[in-house]
């Protein structure tokens, strides 16, 4: 298969476009000029520059291409109207682009769990239950959905709603691993909201079989997770043990990291660039539930975690040291 991948520059878009090389399939890539090549230097494959917020670059994009994958998208924006610019309008362009393409037979769209919002109840929550993000990110992704859902590719298309991914390349969660071989570990709300995770590559696995899949799929919403329900504290543990020493806790109510949101937002706006840390992200991560299940998943493709969160933290943290991020 000929596959267009969009975000190969980034954490999950290169693995995914790695295993996809590994497994025979051609790729070719909309990358910006400013993209980043480091994650994808040793891949064959063929560029297209272009961006999804120029829909213009995207009808030679897509051109003579079997599938696409979508994974493209901004996790942190100045404002939700960048947000919104990005994963929701720039989605759309995609999709019309890919609409006027005869040769596209599949269309793999990388949402996330923010879109679909928390569970009320620490169960997962059935995927065409009504969708309540509460973030600016979250409702971005939702309309992302909403363009694919609303287009003619609906009956070939899939969804992913990915919890908290982590692994190799993941540049989000570097801080928590930094700050652990400190030994500190500020946990909100003393650590005890309960999530799923999933490893990197194995998120990059189910989508890589989503794509190729001879199963009927279409219109399918799946969220690959390790098994388990975790809480923060069960990540930090992970991340202790991968760094080699317990960190010193200290648990913070919801104000002290609202607070030092704002600070953050402050600076963000004195310096004209999107941070991680906003009072939007807080309400966010403030939640008690972030859970989902990836039983459709294993069913439908026979898709199983290969790493569980204790090994997956080492090889994320030996990673990190080799490439200077820890």
């Not at 891949?43 to 079997?66: K, N, P, W």
């Not at 769990?113 to 239950?129: E, F």
């Amino acid at each position: 298969m000929k596959i267009l991948i969009t975000g190969a520059s980034g954490f999950l878009g290169s693995h995914i476009a790695e295993q996809l090389a590994g497994q025979g399939h051609g790729g070719r890539l909309l990358l910006r000029k400013t993209s980043s090549r480091r994650f994808i230097s040793g891949l064959v494959y063929e560029e297209v520059a272009g961006d999804v917020i120029d829909a213009a670059t995207l009808r030679a994009a897509v051109e003579g291409v079997d599938a696409v994958v979508h994974a493209a998208g901004l996790v942190k924006a100045r404002n939700e109207a960048e947000f919104q610019a990005v994963n929701a309008e720039g989605t759309a362009n995609l999709v019309r682009a890919a609409e006027q393409s005869a040769s596209v037979k599949r269309f793999v769209y990388i949402s996330s769990l923010a879109a679909h919002g928390p569970s009320p109840d620490g169960g997962p929550r059935p995927p065409d239950a009504p969708a309540s993000p509460v973030s600016a990110y979250g409702r971005s992704k939702l309309a992302g959905e909403d363009a694919v859902r609303e287009s003619s590719l609906a009956s070939r298309a899939v969804i992913f709603r990915p919890p908290v991914i982590y692994g190799p390349r993941d540049p989000a969660l570097a801080p928590f691993f930094r700050l652990a071989r400190l030994r500190i570990a500020p946990l909100l709300m003393g650590g005890h909201n309960r999530i799923s995770v999933v490893y990197g590559p194995d998120a990059a696995r189910a989508i890589c079989l989503a794509l190729t899949a001879e199963a009927d799929v279409g219109g399918k919403i799946y969220s690959p997770e390790d098994g388990r329900v975790h809480t923060w504290r069960d990540v930090l543990a992970a991340i202790e043990e991968a760094v080699g020493g317990r960190a010193f806790r200290l648990s913070a109510p919801r104000w002290t990291f609202s607070a030092a949101a704002l600070a953050s937002e402050a600076f963000a706006f004195a310096a004209r660039r999107a941070v991680s840390l906003t009072r939007d992200k807080v309400r966010e991560i403030a939640q008690r539930h972030w859970v989902c299940s990836s039983e459709d998943l294993r069913r439908d493709l026979d898709w199983v975690p290969s790493i569980d969160i204790r090994e997956g933290a080492k090889v994320t943290a030996d990673w990190y040291r080799q490439a200077r991020w820890l």
